[in-house]
């Protein structure tokens, strides 16, 4: 058993050699990588735009009564059913039937409750700012009345209206290409890593001492032809 664990034991020591022999590849490699993450953002990705609003979610159809701790979680809660039917067909379909697109043509979009309040965040993201920022609109008036209809004990109004995000928020071109710099340099290094691992040739008179237990009596010097 103990010869096993000592066969099974990785030499750190000398992995950290074999990676610093090959320092040049993994620079390159972290390198070229970088610059082909840089290259696809910068030239190839599509940019996307974002256009959000707010809305407050009530679990009474009117607001005569004071508000209880107890519907302030309910309505919390109904944030995330409140979202699947704005997501839902029906909603989406009526939205591109008034701005006269196809479904398709409306982009990404996303629910999401605000510090774990009532209040959530509407956002589109689309290729086009201008499409994101009329979809968007477009979902705060359309949805209130199919939410109202879809869920008889509660309702939804805008408290902040459709605003578009200045600017692309994707791709972030210094975030991927350094991203893909730091994945080629693990691809690189995984790739040494293996070859270091299932490598059990003997290289070196060294390895002769090591794994062989045997002393070594001489080395052959290995000559190019002609010199």
Do not use: W
Not at 166 to 176: E, L, T
Not at 195 to 221: M, T
Request: hydrophobic share 45%; glycine share 6%; proline share 4%.
């Amino acid at each position: 058993m103990e010869v096993e664990r000592e066969e099974e034991t990785i030499d750190l020591l000398e992995l950290f050699g074999e990676l610093k022999r090959h320092i040049v590849a993994i620079v390159l490699c972290t390198v070229v990588a970088a610059v082909i993450g840089f290259v696809f953002t910068s030239f190839l990705a599509t940019p996307q735009y974002e256009a959000s609003a707010l809305m407050i979610v009530n679990t009474r159809l009117d607001s005569a009564s004071s508000v209880t701790n107890d519907q302030i979680n309910s309505a919390t809660r109904l944030v995330e059913t409140y979202g699947i039917i704005i997501r839902s067909d029906r909603v989406l379909s009526q939205v591109a039937g008034n701005l006269g697109i196809d479904p398709g043509q409306i982009g990404t979009v996303s629910v999401a409750a605000v510090n774990d309040t009532q209040v959530m965040q509407v956002t589109v993201t689309n290729p086009d700012p201008e499409m994101a920022l009329r979809v968007c609109e477009q979902i705060t008036q359309v949805s209130p009345d199919i939410i109202v209809e879809a869920v008889a004990a509660g309702s939804a109004k805008v408290i902040s209206e459709a605003r578009l995000t200045p600017g692309p928020v994707s791709p972030n071109i210094k975030r991927d290409t350094v991203l893909m710099g730091v994945l080629g340099m693990v691809l690189c290094v995984g790739i040494l890593f293996l070859r270091f691992v299932l490598d059990n040739k003997i290289n070196s008179e060294a390895d002769v001492a090591k794994y062989l237990d045997l002393p070594v009596l001489g080395v052959i010097p290995k000559y190019e032809e002609g010199k």
